[in-house]
């Protein structure tokens, strides 16, 4: 199993947040966090801004246009290990 990069997981956190990884990505994708701080606290201020929303699973919150912002935005943050 390979590990994974910062910046995987910020291309698989949508995926990550809406609970659709596989097993094995879902495994390493956490490893990952438990080993990478600033991995973790962007997840959890991902999922914060997502709660003040009122509801995880708000697509229409989300579209496809911010997660693609987001996306990019938080690839120029965080630089690869
Ligand atoms: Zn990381």
Redesign the pocket.
Known sequence: MSEL??TD?VENIMNYIDQELDQTTLFTLEK?LEM?P??KSFVDTYKRMLSLSGNLKNQIFVTTDIRKRLKNLLKTK?KP?
């Open positions: 990069k910062c997981v990952h990478c600033e991995c965080i290990h």
